[in-house]
């Protein structure tokens, strides 16, 4: 049974940081893409970030590229979500997910783990 359990959310204000952790449990996670995703009021869930788990391969949505990154600690069982230069449009609830293959997907779909989500304020 794999849980996930995402903790850091807050507010942080227009160009500060914040670092999203998410703990993963329930088994070992090689082979895995662990990602994350956000959903701000009145939107779709849309896709922020994914690792490899046992590459570290990582891929990022336009929108935050060059200012979020992605990593994940094997011994911890942690993935991170590191967002710098935080803007308005950030503020979201922030979901880790997990999914059982290498093969990429930016798909809510194809991720069958979730955690319960952190907020996420940025303000101006």
């Known amino acids: 049974q794999v849980q996930l359990v995402e903790s850091g959310g807050g507010l942080v204000q227009t160009g500060g940081s914040l670092r999203l952790s998410c703990a993963a449990s329930?088994?070992?996670?090689?082979?895995?893409?662990m990602g994350w995703f956000r959903q701000a009021p009145g939107k779709e869930r849309e896709f922020v970030a994914g690792?490899?788990?046992?590459?570290?391969?990582?891929s990022y949505a336009d929108s935050v590229k060059g200012r979020f990154a992605i990593s994940r600690d094997s011994d911890k069982n942690t993935v991170y979500l590191q967002m710098n230069s935080l803007k308005f449009e950030d503020t979201a609830v922030y979901y880790c997910?997990?999914?059982?293959?290498?093969?990429?997907?930016?798909?809510?779909?194809?991720?069958?783990?979730w955690g319960q989500g952190t907020q996420v304020i940025v303000s101006l």
């Open positions: 997910a997990a999914k059982p293959s290498e093969v990429p997907s930016r798909n809510r779909g194809w991720y069958p783990y």
């Open positions: 329930g088994g070992t996670f090689r082979g895995y893409i």
């Open positions: 690792v490899t788990w046992s590459s570290g391969i990582t």
